[in-house]
């Protein structure tokens, strides 16, 4: 759906919902949030105010914090090379070290476009002052 001709997020609006979408305990997700920076915006103040989250950002923050990765286990008799399941489990490891670097690329891109902005910014501000 678009608002604006911005296309709408898709937003969860309880500690419940993005405790589902992670998978995980409201407790957990709720620890995660002050330890490790997970994106949760806060209505009000207070302990027990609303909150939400945007998924684009909870993406975004699985790809890059590392508390979800997917820890390899050692081979067994059973998980050979080649096996689907072996197989599966490689390519998800791959999949998060792509969307993890992709995500610090992104990050890098926006860290140098801005400091572009405040030279080009700074730039304009000097030609005003040598124009007569």
């Known amino acids: ?21 992670l998978n995980r305990g409201v407790r957990t997700v709720q620890r995660w949030e002050h330890q490790f920076g997970l ?10 105010g609303p909150v939400y989250a945007f998924v684009t950002e909870l993406n975004f923050w699985i790809a890059t914090s590392g508390v979800l990765t997917i820890k390899p286990q050692p081979i067994s008799v059973e998980r050979q090379p080649g096996n689907p399941v072996e197989e599966s489990r490689r390519l998800m490891s791959n999949m998060h070290s792509l969307a993890q670097n992709l995500a610090n690329a992104t990050l890098q891109q926006r860290q140098q476009a801005e400091l ?14 040598i124009s007569p």
Request: charged share 35%; proline share 4%.
């Open 39 to 48: 994106p949760v915006r806060h209505l009000g103040k207070g302990k027990r």
């Open 1 to 21: 759906m678009r608002q604006n001709g911005k296309p709408s997020q898709q937003v969860l609006n309880s500690w419940k919902e993005i405790s589902s979408y």
């Open 116 to 129: 572009l902005q405040r030279r080009i910014l700074e730039m304009r501000e000097r030609m005003k002052q």
